[in-house]
């Protein structure tokens, strides 16, 4: 089916999220919508879906003029969606899932399943999504789940298939999946809009890329741009991918994990029994899917987890089950994950969020008094020097786009004399340009000689970034690799296949810095 | 935008604009009293103006249905329906004449002497609900809610009290002990919900209601057999306090005014200065705005906890002392606190939870205090149709959405949801 978007605007007050944007995504086309976070890509999506109205312009599908005044009338003219959070319910089995929104009954109100199974059974075979109907959704992988969303949508007759940003949960190899099956789903005639911010998946599997910033489209790129050329669209000026970073100048261990063990309030085991050594000027880098334990391995780092057990030591003193504040102050700096739950006090201004972890003595409080003057000037001269795009100082932080939230927190936590920085997913939810920065100014405290664990999940972070790569599967070390280790074999580790040359459980601290 | 632009201060005063125009530099400034006027419509205040508005407006309608006149008129409204709407006229404007005579100014008494006493006994009013508002205000900047404000007020009262009946000491230090007294007896009151939650993780909403029940039979049982008794008497009613005890009268013994506005003018200082300058306060707001990134901060989310209860506790119980020293001298009963720690939440949320915007609600709730009675003397209106109000005011306050929609505000949600990609587009330049 053909999808023409003819100059679909959308204004929130006074901003335009869509700026007349025409979109053409021809039948079995697989069209990538790039551009970064706020450009608007989402937007028009939801537009596109029924979600949100539009102020101007045009929805032609076939050439008929579509009005959709809700999901509804969207998924009935042919339009499903895979979002990037699942909309599954996950105590449903997988046909119950399918079946349901639009589910037949038989005589007296009884669910028809046996008709929705067929249909997941049919769909399945004929893409070799290899999904059992019966299953229970909660007991699926996370990329056999997003199958699950995809034959939702085809049960539907789906003809446009629309994917937000479907990769940002999937380990690299399901990744390649998800690539196979939109071609096979372009092969049989669906029409694909596929929105993402990873430049390689684009020209992996794209037949057009059509780039937003802006809310505008600023332009056409063929598959065979290079990187650089399709970043330099998205951000609307030279962006240096690679990070410059001359060899690690590693110095003693510094910070030596042994046996550490991370129990959740259940009492299952999160961390299972890791070791491993971070060493004065080197970057380690752990990897691995969301959801591994690498979120409660630093937070026990930072004693923010209740039940610990195991050695922690930094610069020889040990750490284990000391209490947040102390761990501060020996000098650690922390970059939380999810930076607005754990990182940001939204409501908080600028200034304000800067001084948070630094909320007793010098230099910003004295007698019990906030010495505003100090906090201000030491405010207007981190976000000069961070680049923080801002009104000013006194701008809350939830107004704030992610890139600049996350500098402020970068700015916060460089301020004070680290003997140790962990970032975790430093850069995601950041646009390409902060991004640049953000990579840059860790890689500057490593070379100041901090030791630095970086968690991502992205492979590109983790490649461009590290010293060493520890891949983590299951709360266990699968193993710790140079930073030059190919990403197939960092894959196949994420997937939990032994690829290292390193024994997994043994102490690591001379291997890690080696 | 343009990516080369060098960065100027310009472009960073901009980000309101960028989507409007390809290019900043032709971005108009964007307008100030555009922002002033959004920062006043989205903003809170406005909201607590409105609900008294609404509320009021809500309470004319009541008192002219359950008038008598009106009531009358109705019958042949269809004949002459001059009549009801004069009826309705009389009846709304006599009763809320009498609301502000009674409360602000009294044009038929002779003189300005005689003609302000009404305000005074509004400021009388006040003093107790704006210690309590700040108390609970106080609890509310750190995410607690504390609704045990009767029985933090009884315990102080009745600790303070004792202070000021039993014991005999020299006229200001008495009062000064008294007081210091009935606000520790406070603090600890809500202190022990504070260790309750940070301990157990027990819900202050329940423990502060259930600590009411315990002062209050508690205090009761002191009037009637324990060190609150009056001996020789069978009332359960407490001795009279002590003169050395009493706070001295502001504008002398014509009015009953008394040195406890000044205390709770001083608490409303303290408050603003704890929460916008002081480190503990900046702590306490960033554990009630986001305690996950508090406690990553290395902020002790539990010891907030604990101090801020004890703060807020100590604030009701200055509204506590307040009534046994300076408004019902004469001995109390287990009834002191009339209703004020549950009163003293309407007038924390009416005003937004800030010190001087509890200041002014309370002063507005002291008002209808004051100016109810009259109403109810002069007019004949139910004092409950005051009662009416002050619930309606909570409920349009709870219901920010419906206010908007009467008086045809912009939402704020649209602002706060566009407000985040516009950054971040301009990030992106």
């Known amino acids: 089916m053909k999808l023409e978007l003819r100059g679909i605007t959308k204004r929130f007050g006074a901003l335009v999220a869509n700026d007349h944007i025409d979109l053409t995504v021809e039948a079995g086309e697989i069209h990538a919508l790039l551009g970064e976070n706020g450009a608007g890509k989402s937007t028009l999506m939801n537009v596109l879906y029924g979600l949100y109205q539009a102020d101007g312009g045009e929805i032609l599908l076939d050439d008929e003029v579509q009005h959709f005044a809700g999901p509804g009338d969207a998924m009935k003219a042919g339009i499903g969606m895979v979002h990037q959070h699942f909309m599954l319910i996950p105590v449903f089995t997988v046909a119950e899932n399918v079946m349901l929104g639009h589910e037949s009954t038989k005589a007296g109100g009884v669910l028809d399943l046996a008709t929705a199974r067929t249909k997941v059974r049919e769909i399945s075979d004929r893409f070799g999504f290899d999904v059992d109907p019966d299953a229970l959704v909660e007991e699926l992988p996370v990329g056999v789940q997003q199958r699950v969303e995809i034959i939702k949508a085809l049960s539907r007759d789906a003809r446009v298939l629309v994917f937000d940003e479907p990769t940002a949960v999937l380990t690299p190899q399901e990744t390649d999946e998800l690539m196979s099956i939109m071609r096979q789903l372009k092969e049989s005639g669906t029409s694909i809009v596929f929105i993402t911010h990873k430049l390689r998946e684009v020209r992996e599997v794209a037949d057009r890329i ?26 609307g000026r030279a962006v240096d991918l690679t990070v410059d970073k001359a060899p690690a100048k590693a110095g003693k261990p510094a910070l030596v994990v042994q046996n550490l063990t991370v129990l959740d309030p259940l009492g299952n085991i999160v961390v299972d029994d890791v070791s491993f050594s971070v060493a004065e000027g080197e970057i380690l880098a752990i990897a691995g899917v969301q959801g ?9 780092l930072l004693g923010l987890q209740p039940r610990v057990l195991g050695e922690v030591s930094l610069d020889g003193k040990a750490i284990r089950g000391h209490s947040v504040r102390k761990i501060l102050d020996v000098g650690v700096g922390f970059i939380p994950e999810d930076r607005t739950e754990d990182g940001l006090v939204g409501e908080f201004t600028i200034a304000e969020n800067l001084m948070l972890d630094r909320a007793d003595g010098a230099p910003f409080v004295r007698f019990g008094n906030i010495q505003r003057g100090a906090l201000e000037d030491f405010a207007r001269e981190k976000v000069a020097e961070f680049d923080v795009r801002t009104q000013g100082i006194d701008e809350p932080v939830r107004r704030l786009s992610g ?45 100041a000689g901090t030791p630095v664990i970086v ?56 291997g890690a810095a080696a | 935008m343009s990516a080369d632009r060098p960065e100027s201060p310009q472009s960073e005063a901009q980000p309101a604009q960028p989507a409007k125009t390809a290019d900043p530099a032709e971005a108009p400034e964007p307008s100030r009293w555009h922002n002033v006027f959004r920062e006043i419509t989205t903003g809170n205040a406005i909201i607590s103006v409105l609900a008294v508005v609404l509320a009021l407006i809500v309470g ?25 709407l004069a009826a309705i006229w009389d009846s709304v404007a006599g009763a809320y004449s009498a609301l502000f005579q009674g409360s602000i100014y009294n044009f038929r008494r002779p003189g300005f002497a005689d003609g302000i006493k009404p305000f005074t006994e509004t400021l009388t009013f006040a003093t ?59 603090a600890l009151w809500a202190g022990i919900v504070g260790l309750l939650k940070a301990r157990t993780g027990a819900h202050e909403v ?20 324990g060190f609150l008794k009056t001996p020789g008497s069978n009332n359960p009613k407490s001795p009279a306090t002590k003169a050395t005890a009493v706070f001295p009268d502001l504008l002398g013994p014509e009015y009953n005014l008394h040195f406890g506005f000044i205390l709770v003018i001083a608490a409303t200082v303290f408050a603003w200065w704890l929460l916008s300058r002081s480190n503990l306060g900046f702590k306490f707001r960033a554990v009630g705005e986001n305690p996950n990134a508090a406690r990553v901060a290395g902020i002790s989310v539990k ?12 604030l009701i119980g200055l509204a506590g002392v307040n009534q046994v020293l300076g408004t019902t001298t004469s001995g109390f009963g287990a009834g002191i606190d009339s209703g004020i720690g549950f009163d003293a939440i309407t007038v924390a949320l009416l005003g937004r939870s800030r010190p001087w915007g509890v200041f002014i609600a309370g002063i507005l709730f002291g008002a209808f205090k004051a100016g109810g009675f009259s109403m109810q003397a002069a007019e004949g209106v139910p004092i409950d149709i005051v009662l009416v109000v002050q619930s309606l005011i909570v409920l349009f306050i709870a219901a920010p959405p419906l206010v908007r929609a009467i008086f045809r505000l912009p939402s704020p949600d649209t602002v706060r949801r566009a407000t985040p990609s516009v950054t971040k587009e301009v990030a992106a330049k």
């Open chain 1, 210 to 235: 059509t780039v937003i910033r802006l809310g505008k489209v600023v332009g056409e790129a063929s598959p065979t741009a290079t990187n650089e050329e399709l970043a330099t669209l998205m951000v």
């Open chain 2, 60 to 84: 004319a309608v009541m008192i002219a249905f359950t008038n008598k006149d009106v009531q009358a008129a109705s019958v042949y409204f269809f004949a002459r329906p001059g009549d009801m």
């Open chain 1, 403 to 447: 890139g600049n939230q996350q500098k402020v927190v970068l700015a916060r936590e460089l301020s004070r004399d680290l003997r140790l920085f962990v970032a975790a997913q430093p850069t995601r939810g950041v646009d390409v340009g902060s991004i640049e920065f953000i990579h840059k100014r860790i890689v500057a405290t490593r070379d």
């Open chain 2, 303 to 314: 010891r907030m906890y604990v101090y801020a209860m004890l703060l807020s506790g100590g």
């Open chain 2, 128 to 186: 107790p609900l704006i210690a309590a508002g700040l108390g609970v205000a106080l609890g509310f900047r750190v995410g607690l809610f504390n609704i045990g404000g009767r029985g933090q007020m009884l315990i102080a009262a009745a600790l303070g009290g004792w202070v000021g009946f039993a014991l005999d000491l020299p006229p200001v230090l008495h009062m000064v002990v008294a007081l210091l007294v009935g606000i520790a007896g406070g």
């Open chain 2, 206 to 225: 329940i423990t502060t209601i259930m600590l009411n029940y315990v002062a209050f039979y508690l205090v009761s049982y002191w009037l009637r057999e």
């Open chain 1, 292 to 300: 591994n334990g690498q979120t409660e391995l630093t937070e026990a």
């Open chain 1, 455 to 510: 968690v991502s999940t992205e492979l590109d972070e983790v490649t461009a970034l590290a010293d060493n790569i520890m891949v983590m599967y299951r709360g266990r070390i699968v193993g710790i690799v140079p930073g030059d280790t190919p990403r197939s074999v960092l894959g196949l580790m994420m997937a939990g296949a032994s690829g290292g040359s390193e024994n997994p459980t043994a102490p690591t601290g001379e």
